[in-house]
């Protein structure tokens, strides 16, 4: 009998480890990783401090859930962003839910020839789960973040996931 708890546990446990997957593994997986990362706590420290252009790469319908306050919307179909004011050298950090899409905004942006571009690790999801505040499309603080989808869902651990 011992053997057979033994043997569900080992197993559980095995299935467990597998079944849960880094971040990192997660971002190696789909993104190339040219783009340098940005972690969510410099992203903080510098919106407090710094003047730089913060975009976010999502649908129309999550960033009017929820973004990052300071952030613009920046849809791969809109190509015609108001960044031909913007100075080439300008900081810019792209995010979207976890940092896919982004990564491939942000590298639009190079090609573009923008040559300070940064991608959010993480996303709005890894912002959300460190506490840090979301807006509304009416400028006011929710709980709400868009999800994407089911799958993407398991790596929003705080707020509530909107569909």
Request: hydrophobic share 35%.
């Amino acid at each position: 009998m011992k053997k057979v708890i033994f043997g569900f546990i080992f197993i559980f446990i095995g299935f467990s480890a597998n079944s849960q997957k880094t971040l990192d593994h997660l971002l190696d997986r789909y993104n190339r990783g040219d783009i340098p990362y940005i972690s969510v706590e410099e992203l903080k420290m510098k919106l407090e401090k710094e003047k730089l252009v913060l975009l976010d790469a999502r649908k129309a319908e999550e960033f009017e859930v929820s973004h990052i306050r300071q952030a613009s919307l920046f849809e791969e179909s809109n190509e015609s962003h108001s960044l031909s004011n913007v100075d080439k050298d300008t900081e810019i950090i792209v995010y979207c839910s976890l940092g896919i899409r982004s990564e491939k905004a942000a590298r639009k942006l190079k090609k573009a020839g923008f040559r300070n571009v940064r991608n959010l690790y993480g996303g709005i999801f890894e912002w959300k789960n460190k506490g840090y505040e979301v807006v509304n499309d009416e400028g006011e603080q929710t709980e709400k973040v868009h999800v994407y989808s089911e799958n993407w869902s398991q790596w929003l651990n705080q707020g509530e996931k909107i569909y």
